[in-house]
């Protein structure tokens, strides 16, 4: 059992994520009895392979699922790909797996290219740790499905504004639940950005405080795309807030989540390959180096 | 002739000729129990509905079903027609042909409406009631089962019954639930008392729909309406102040000019709060000005864009039509085939009692000549013989079963009872 668990790696999981995705494309192109059935066993495998690669990771590596970068990233796309397999069997005739299974294979394409090193942490900093990591967590989770929400709603918008009846197996949810959706999560993601904004700026704090992690100044890259995503976040859901009585604010609305979107991807982008002292443990001290060095 | 039909549809028999052809379900009771003591031994089933009567009869090889002009003169006794009236309007098949209409019929391929899933239900009643009136047997049995087996089949792997096709079901079923998540929270607004607001109203109050407010020039008629429909029956001149207050609106005036000016709507637009509205503007002329449309927040669909998406819906079942039909080609080939097998049945097991019967005997012959064996021995040798006697039958039997595909398999039959001695 352990050799099987230790044996899981992110293709297994990818590539059932993908199988999926196919069979959730070929929605458009064929009708199929089995596809459903196809589509939901693929995915959960994915998902369960997911599940047992964190476990894993948690178990052997002492890599709290929050605790790097890398780990941060795949618990976003497992948390997604858990809603999508929810939505898939509570609604199997919406092509829900179109728009968020790219989104779960994105978080794991920025997952491999992030680092895997765990950030120190003492069991002072932990909490905060734990705390900045969930609420980013929340936030981003947030965005993306706001964003697939909007996206999902100006197709279906275009569609009913041409007038055409929908297409063979792209029934989507009507435009009031679509623009629900993206409305509330989009509160949420302001909510939740700025708390992970404010628990980070207290870790940063504990860190100075105890010497574990470099101080991250005002000026770094991870400092200034997470505030700036923090105020786009919170101007977005304030103006959808301030048209919420016009005829053309679910439109709006629909719009702001995929800029909050593209925030993201770029404020992702940033971090994995921009410069940061984010997460950094201290540069050893040159005298304490020699030290060491003697003490051997 | 194992299997017959005799019927017509709406595409042979003229609509007066076909209400006085129709059977009610206690009338279709009462028929077959006539069918049962006119011809005994055959089994049968009528299925009638607004758009075909069509009997189906069946007898094994010996007997037969009753002869078309049987069955055509049992139909219009049955009814009190003068036959000479059916005999140039129904039409018979026998068989294959007979089995691959009954399929066509139960998948809505020979429906008015092509792909309609009614018929099924209708097949299922056609069937219930010959059973109670003791009119099946193994032969309908196993057609109409394989008739709902195919219709299942061809719903589940075509798209031909999926897109609909009446105006009002595709304007609340494709773009109203295309705006609306639910309709018990929202309003409806009737304008005037045209023949599709009754039935666009049922699909909306099948969706849960049940806030309707009817308006109307003549208030009288828009009181009864109202009461028909279980409407509150409104003002015709606060139909402003209705605007305002509605979710959804169907109109179905009979006026020669527009209702719903760009003006009037304007003034109640600025009170909505900038809720959605949903227009379905059944009218000819329409009712609504089509400048309304391109207002934001507004999804107004006149009777043309409906229709245009109805045409789209009908040729998306057209394009389903080859899938269909394979299936139902499919199944006749699958179920001929059994049938076919079913008649070679009496000599298989007059062949096999053949060989059992001379094998039994000479076992007993074996078992008295050596009384030293016991029962293990003994059952031993009975099974290695009946082993024997299998594997020598697996190959005729399996020809018998391949042939049977392409029809009765009576050259083999015939030479199968003169090689073995067999009777019939």
């Not at chain 1, 405080?209 to 786009?232: I, Y």
């Not at chain 2, 020809?399 to 039959?413: A, D, I, Q, V, Y």
């Amino acid at each position: 059992m352990i050799e099987f668990v230790s044996g899981i790696s992110v293709v297994c999981f990818v590539a059932s994520y993908l199988v999926a995705l196919a069979c959730e494309a070929s929605r458009l192109v064929f009708r199929s009895g089995v596809r459903g059935a196809a589509m939901i066993a693929f995915a959960a495998a994915g998902l369960f392979a997911h599940t047992l690669f964190l476990l894993w990771r948690a178990a052997t590596e002492q890599a709290v699922p929050l605790s790097s970068a890398f780990d941060w990233y795949l618990l976003a796309a497992w948390v997604l790909a858990g809603g999508y397999l929810w939505l898939a069997i509570a609604n199997p005739r919406t092509p829900v797996g179109l728009f968020m299974l790219p989104v779960v294979l994105g978080l794991i394409g920025a997952a491999e290219f992030s680092s895997r090193q765990p950030f120190p942490q003492s069991p002072a900093t932990q909490v905060w740790g734990a705390i900045h990591g969930s609420f980013n967590l929340a936030a981003s989770v947030a965005v993306a499905i706001g964003a697939i929400a909007g996206l999902m709603w100006l197709i279906q918008a275009g569609r009913l504004a041409r007038k055409q009846a929908p297409l063979q197996g792209f029934r989507m949810p009507s435009l009031e639940k679509l623009a629900q959706i993206s409305s509330r999560t989009l509160s949420v993601a302001a909510w939740t950005a700025s708390a992970g904004f404010a628990s980070g700026i207290m870790l940063n704090a504990a860190n100075r405080q105890r010497g574990l992690l470099e101080t991250v100044p005002w000026t770094d890259p991870v400092v200034l795309r997470m505030g700036a995503m923090v105020a786009w976040l919170v101007v977005a859901a304030a103006v959808s807030r301030a048209v919420y009585r016009r005829p053309e604010a679910s439109r709006i609305t629909a719009w702001l989540t995929l800029v909050s979107f593209a925030v993201l991807t770029a404020s992702i982008l940033w971090g994995i390959f921009g410069t940061t002292r984010h997460g950094v443990p201290p540069a050893v001290p040159a005298a304490a180096a020699i030290d060491s060095e003697a003490a051997l | 002739m194992t299997l017959a039909f005799i019927g017509g549809s709406h595409r042979t028999v003229p609509l007066d000729l076909r209400e006085r052809l129709a059977f009610s379900a206690e009338q279709a009771a009462e028929a077959l129990k006539r069918f049962r003591l006119r011809f005994p031994g055959r089994e049968g089933v009528l299925l009638s509905t607004c758009n075909r009567v069509e009997f189906y009869a069946a007898g094994e090889n010996t007997a037969g079903p009753p002869p078309r002009e049987q069955l055509l003169a049992f139909l219009a006794e049955c009814r009190g027609i003068d036959v000479r009236l059916l005999e140039p309007v129904l039409s018979g098949e026998c068989d294959e042909a007979a089995v691959r209409h009954l399929f066509s019929v139960a998948s809505g391929l020979d429906s008015m409406v092509l792909g309609e899933p009614q018929i099924v239900s209708q097949v299922k009643q056609a069937w219930a009631i010959a059973q109670e009136s003791q009119t099946t047997g193994p032969l309908t049995g196993e057609m109409f089962q394989a008739a709902l087996r195919t219709a299942k089949r061809v719903t589940s792997e075509t798209a031909i019954g999926r897109e609909r096709l009446s105006i009002p079901s595709v304007a609340v079923a494709d773009f109203a639930r295309g705006v609306f998540e639910r309709f018990d929270d929202k309003r409806v607004l009737v304008i005037g008392a045209g023949k599709m607001a009754a039935e666009t109203l049922r699909y909306l109050r099948e969706a849960g729909a049940h806030d309707i407010v009817l308006v109307n020039r003549t208030s009288v008629r828009a009181e009864q309406l109202a009461a028909r429909l279980g409407a509150r029956n409104g003002r015709f001149e606060n139909l402003q102040a209705e605007l305002t207050s509605a979710d959804l609106v169907v109109s179905t005036t009979g006026a020669t000019e527009i209702v719903v000016s760009l003006e009037l709507f304007q003034r109640a637009e600025a009170r909505r709060d900038g809720r959605p509205l949903v227009v379905l503007d059944l009218a000819v002329p329409r009712d609504f000005d089509p400048r309304i449309g391109s207002r934001p927040g507004v999804w107004l669909y006149s009777i043309d864009d409906l229709t245009s998406a109805c045409a789209a819906n009908r040729k998306s079942r057209q394009r389903e039509l080859p899938a269909a039909i394979a299936i139902i080609e499919e199944e006749t080939g699958r179920f001929m085939g059994d049938l076919h097998h079913r008649s070679t049945t009496p000599v298989i097991e007059q062949l096999r009692a053949g060989w059992t019967e001379t094998g039994d005997a000479e076992l007993d012959r074996l078992f008295r000549r050596l009384p030293t064996l016991d029962a293990t021995a003994q059952t031993e040798i009975r099974q290695a013989f009946d082993r024997y006697a299998a594997k020598l039958l697996h190959s005729p039997l399996a020809t018998l079963r391949s042939e049977s595909h392409s029809g009765p398999p009576h050259g083999l039959l015939d030479a199968l009872k003169r090689l073995f001695d067999l009777k019939d």
